[in-house]
């Protein structure tokens, strides 16, 4: 008799491809026959869609995490929703993170670890190339047109690996020292980052007041809710600096220039060993 197996895809994906891999694995879940639920953080803040439940007991259950590369790490917010589910004894994780072709730092790392220190059994974890969310206007971005079909069809291939380990008797926890997630020189280059070191080097620029008319797109536009209308756009530590706020700005009140940015981060591209090629473990 088959084991049931409930799927829970949680995700946060402000420029849009993150999502797309999501919606990649859940289709191909769905495909396979299995009960998926779809969670983005931006549609439920608080807690998972209400439609989810757990495997019932003698089942599994499986959270597939996912999440962008910011500052070379998997985004915190992400990982800490990971806290408002019920874990039952049989609980998985499958995680996967997506990086604009500079490098995916410590991203798996991070989602390895935030499975094992909750009791969650890793079995897989995925590293997507993606157009860089940097260069949105930029003729010629980094991971321009990524991910693209052969991105997604290793991601479908992903599934189905981590489906064959978990349909196992036991499955067995992916081992991190079995092959390596990152090169020696990246994984140097990622320790110590963070976006709290980020945070430290200063915010988002504020909204001009003679072009900010408080339409509220900037807040609509989070996708974490860290900025609210007081009466003028105010951040909250919570901010990520996804840059959609700038992004949806009709006015384009917030002053920015892509340029500096722009020039360290292919700065960054020259120097990454990591090869950009779509890659799972599992």
Known sequence: MAVPMHHLVLFLSPAGTTATVARTIADRLVAAGHSVTFWNLADHRDGPPPTWTPAPAGGRTCFWVGSPVYVNRALPVVLAALDRLARPPDTFGAGFATYGAVTSGLALADLWEAFHQRGITPLGLLKVVASHSQFRHAAEPLGKGRPDGRDLATTGDFVTAVLRRLGAPAPAPLDPAARPFQTPKMAAFAAGKSLDLRRSHGALP?????????????????????????????????????????????????????????????????????????????
């Open 206 to 282: 504020a909204a001009r007041p003679d072009l900010c008319d408080r339409c509220g797109a900037c807040a609509a536009a989070c996708p974490v809710g860290a900025l609210t209308l007081a009466p003028d756009p105010v951040r909250s530590q919570a901010c990520i600096f996804c840059e959609e706020c700038l992004e949806a700005c009709p006015r384009q009140a917030f002053p920015y220039d892509h340029a500096g940015p722009e020039k360290m981060i292919r700065g960054l591209a020259a120097m990454s060993d990591e090869e950009h090629v779509t890659t799972f473990f599992a």
